[in-house]
């Protein structure tokens, strides 16, 4: 899709162009700058969806006509999934759909926990749904961030080192859904394939911004496990995907257990199938793998080229308004953003967090997100405050949780929408003196 051609991808999009009341009575077009939470849907995946609702029935199950056309697109969108980020050899990896990005991780950390030592390494970066799962099931180490935020990518090496042979796996997420900072996946592939381990990729942010490939440029830095969401790149909420390891999934024991995963059971014994029946109790969601593949495919039309280039417009425009306002405190580097996706957190001096999402959204139809974003620690280093401090509202009904403002990007999004949005907050800081 060629961009230069001035498209209006607000036409790709439901409700981009909704409209909203406002205190002051009126409606205006509302502006969604939360989109690292949940994206608009693509009008083409709601058609895919109802276009193919004559054929809808049980996956694998049957013999009739529809379900019979339903089990063959089911499998046909895994394929297009292991084509999209590049997977050659389709027999090593597997495609296993789930829930959403937190589903998934979960499934993996009670699926492959087997030795008490065994060691997840972790990062201070991460979304709670990449770190807690592991905290309860294994034995967890972290690598720190700087002052900056971004990831000690020297610890790394120094953290598999010291744990001499007993970590199993590193999870990372691709991109921060705090900072937008991108981390280098297959670096970090690289480092820990060295020393045995394996590497979790959690994509639920890096996915609608950038194509990944998988496999990188050599064996050495081929991603093991990436973990995705559909309501991140503008299909439905309720369907996620995993890709991994398909002779890690066969060593296993099924997470969930129940109909469609078994070969054969006895009175005292089970036989299962492999992967990824054998992962996927009971119905498939059919229409979510439809919506997710349709949407990577017009992700794909659009271009991965296209989007980034239309994002870095955006977040420079944001930064550039931002760093302007004295009253407005930024977070993570906001000089050297070649690593950032479009998503930017801040405060107003004097101006509670909340106050502010609120006030943009009751007077000026902006949704934004408030708080730390299910990134507890991570937000806490960024702010530079300590655990005491930062706690102290759980005991404390005087006090109150610290928190950030968040704006992230949709590909749909346009500077005329920044440019409001720096008035916007030009405007509560003035009313506020």
Same mark, same amino acid.
């Given at each position: 899709m060629d961009m230069d051609k001035k498209i209006d991808l607000n036409d790709l999009f439901l409700g981009t162009n909704s409209k909203v009341n406002v205190v002051e009575g009126k409606k205006i077009r509302a502006i969604n700058f939360d989109n690292a939470a949940t994206a608009p849907l693509l009008k083409s995946v709601v058609e895919s969806v109802i276009g193919l609702s004559d054929y809808y029935g049980s996956i694998g199950r049957g013999v009739g006509h529809k379900a019979e056309i339903t089990t063959r697109l089911y499998y046909e969108s895994k394929n297009y999934i292991m084509d999209f980020f590049n997977i050659k050899d389709k027999d090593k990896y597997t495609v296993i759909y789930v829930n959403n990005t937190t589903d998934g991780i979960n499934r993996l950390s009670r699926t492959f926990c087997k030795k008490k030592d065994d060691i997840v390494l972790l990062t201070r970066m991460e979304h709670h749904s990449n770190d807690l799962p592991w905290r309860r099931r294994w034995n967890v180490d972290y690598i720190e961030v700087d002052e900056q935020g971004r990831l000690k990518f020297d610890d790394i090496e #120094?953290?598999?080192?010291? +744990?001499?042979?007993?970590?199993?796996?590193?999870?990372?997420?691709?991109?921060? #859904?705090?900072?937008?900072y991108i981390n280098d996946i297959h670096g970090i592939a690289r480092i820990a394939h060295k020393y045995g381990a394996k590497i979790v990729v959690d994509g639920a942010q890096l996915i609608p911004h950038a194509k990944v490939d998988i496999m990188g440029k050599s064996d050495e830095e081929r991603i093991d496990f990436l973990i995705f969401s559909g309501h991140k790149v503008y299909a439905p909420l309720g369907c996620g995907v995993i890709i991994g390891l398909r002779e890690d999934f066969n060593k296993s024991l099924p997470d969930n257990e129940g109909g469609g995963t078994v070969k054969f059971v006895m009175d005292n014994n089970v036989e299962y199938l492999d992967t990824p029946e054998k992962d996927e109790a009971g119905t498939p969601n059919f229409f979510g793998a439809i919506a997710i593949s349709t949407a990577l495919s017009e992700l794909n039309k659009i271009g991965f080229e296209n989007i980034r280039k239309n994002e870095i417009k955006l977040r420079d425009r944001m930064f550039d308004g931002l760093k302007s306002i004295p009253e407005v405190i930024n977070y993570g580097d906001i000089e050297n953003r070649e690593d950032r996706l479009g998503i930017g957190v801040f405060n107003i001096k004097s101006i509670y967090h909340e106050d502010? !999402?609120?006030?943009?959204?009751?007077?000026?139809?902006?949704?934004?997100?408030?708080?730390?974003?299910? !990134? +507890?620690?991570?937000?806490?280093?960024?702010? +530079?405050?300590?655990?005491?401090? !930062?706690?102290?509202?759980? +005991?404390?009904?005087n006090e109150r949780m610290p928190g950030m403002v968040r704006i992230s990007f949709g590909i749909y999004n346009e500077e005329n929408e920044i440019d409001y949005f720096l008035e916007c907050i030009e405007r509560i800081i003035k009313k506020s003196k």
């Open positions: #120094n953290k598999l080192i010291s +744990h001499k042979g007993k970590v199993r796996y590193i999870t990372v997420t691709g991109a921060s #859904n705090v900072t937008g502010v !999402a609120e006030t943009l959204a009751k007077y000026y139809g902006i949704s934004v997100r408030q708080g730390w974003f299910c !990134a +507890h620690p991570y937000c806490r280093r960024l702010m +530079h405050i300590s655990e005491k401090s !930062a706690s102290a509202f759980i +005991h404390d009904d």
